[in-house]
């Protein structure tokens, strides 16, 4: 088996054998010393004690289900029993949750009031800057493109009906 952490300093993925638990290694990415945590078990099924070889059992405070004592984590429900995993977990995945959130709501504005053609000049500028900002993939990444295309689009149309003096 192995041990899989996260570099605190550049956030990248470590996978090391369980013999380095406990120890500190150095990041491959950024070089700045990390610390291996102990191994984490999570539950077994087993019908009694006796099947998962006579190791201590309690039931999960969450679902209820009959897990190992030493478990860090419920096999069953996900609960996270040790707190030093739970709150980072938890903290990073809210803050993905509501940064996913935010962009796939932009997107659907952008189109929505790309298709209505409204302040087009300024929205076309903020969605290529909102878009510039995002290499990676999001929640309706897609409609954010359509609505900037449409307010550029919609931006020179209103450059020339300007030029022309307000007349076609």
Not at 45 to 71: F, K, N, T, W, Y
Not at 136 to 150: E, M, Q, S, Y
Request: glycine share 10%; with cysteine.
């Amino acid at each position: 088996m192995s041990i899989e952490t996260e570099c605190p300093s550049c956030g990248r993925m470590l996978k090391v054998a369980d013999s380095a638990a406990g120890q500190e290694r150095d990041c491959p990415g950024c070089g700045q010393p990390v610390e291996i945590p102990e191994p984490v078990y999570e539950a077994e099924l087993a019908d009694d004690a006796e099947a998962a070889g006579g190791a201590p059992r309690r039931p999960c405070p969450v679902c209820g289900e009959m897990i190992v004592a030493s478990a860090a984590v419920c096999r069953f429900c996900g609960e996270v029993f040790d707190e030093s995993i739970a709150g980072h977990s938890r903290e990073r995945s809210a803050e993905a949750l509501a940064q996913e959130k935010q962009d796939s709501q932009t997107s659907l504005l952008l189109l929505i009031t790309g298709i209505i053609g409204c302040f087009s000049p300024i929205l076309a500028i903020y969605g290529i800057v909102f878009l510039s900002k995002r290499s990676h993939d999001f929640p309706r990444k897609g409609l954010a493109i359509a609505g900037t295309v449409l307010h550029c689009l919609w931006s020179v149309f209103l450059i020339y009906y300007l030029s022309q003096g307000g007349n076609f």
